[in-house]
């Protein structure tokens, strides 16, 4: 992908992140159906079945134990409607709303036993995506006030990643390529079978036919590979694993030499040390525990009494 004028590494404002939409629920039907058939069993329910009136109506309130960010509000509507088509979710809040401890994010009515059949289900898709949401706002307010901006990586659970990287964006933050056909990141494995020819590999990949318009990063880790990277012009340079000090120097060398080049930061990055790596001038910090290491948000399912 090639960039003219301007100084393109510089923060722009946040655009509005993609809402909920087909790719998403396409995705989590997928994912639904897989979860409640492990989760209901070949016989159902059969505590609710034994203890529950068939004609029993409730009415549940999904609560926020915890303060956070919420995501996956559709989700849940898909568990519910996959359940029982009777059951109705109405939600008080949006996905992207930061929670208070004991708000209401929805109340959910029908039948009493498929309320309690939904229940676990939803709340694991629930409690998953607002604990990304949450720890992504976390990063994103560590970087506030610098240019940096907060990317996911493909270190997502196989088959969740495109409601994980969904939730990213809920959370604030921007996401990375979505899988292998969607940019070329060039890393030390490729480097490695073309002998550590770093210009040749991003020259390779500027000129291949199926590449137009596709954004062209390659992973460096050393300065010798900065240093040659830099001089190829590729659309982004990582710097992998690379301490303070390197990359206040690798941002001094990229604005005297190529200030077109983005550079992002990345390797073990912690809410601990985001911030005075956002400082140095990069672009972008890509955060792989965003999406295989947030905890769950705590929420809970409470019922209030039948209507």
């Known amino acids: 992908m090639r960039r003219s004028g301007g100084s393109p590494h510089e923060m722009k404002p946040q655009p509005t992140p993609p809402p909920w939409g087909h790719p998403e629920t396409l995705a989590c039907r997928r994912l639904v159906e897989l979860a409640l058939a492990e989760d209901i069993g070949p016989a159902g329910d059969r505590t609710s079945l034994a203890l529950i009136d068939s004609e029993a109506e409730a009415t549940a309130a999904f609560v926020a134990r915890r303060a956070g960010v919420v995501a996956g509000l559709p989700a849940v509507e898909l568990v519910c409607l996959a359940v029982d088509p009777k059951l109705i979710l109405s939600p008080r809040v949006a996905d992207g709303t930061l929670l208070r401890r004991g708000m209401i994010l929805a109340t959910l009515s029908g039948p009493l036993r498929s309320i309690l059949k939904a229940e676990r289900t939803a709340l694991n898709f629930l409690q998953h995506l607002s604990g990304i949401a949450t720890l992504t706002r976390r990063f994103v307010r560590r970087t506030q006030g610098t240019q940096a901006r907060i990317y996911d990586t493909r270190k997502t659970l196989p088959g969740w990643r495109v409601l994980q990287k969904y939730a990213v964006r809920m959370g604030g933050g921007y996401n990375h390529r979505m899988s292998l056909s969607e940019g070329i990141l060039i890393k030390d494995n490729h480097l490695a ?106 929420i809970a399912l409470d019922y209030n009494s039948s209507p």
Do not use: C, K
């Open 193 to 298: 079978a073309l002998g550590g020819q770093v210009q040749r590999a991003i020259e390779l990949a500027q000129r291949y036919s199926g590449n137009v318009e596709l954004p062209v990063e390659i992973e460096v880790e050393n300065w010798e590979q900065f240093e040659q990277a830099l001089a190829a012009r590729p659309d982004i340079i990582m710097l992998d694993n690379m301490s303070v000090p390197w990359i206040r120097r690798a941002v001094r060398r990229r604005q005297q030499a190529a200030p077109q080049v983005q550079l992002e930061a990345s390797g073990g990055i912690t809410l601990t040390t985001v911030r005075e790596i956002a400082r140095t001038g990069v672009d972008r910090i890509s955060v792989g525990a965003l999406t295989h290491s947030a905890p769950a948000l705590d």
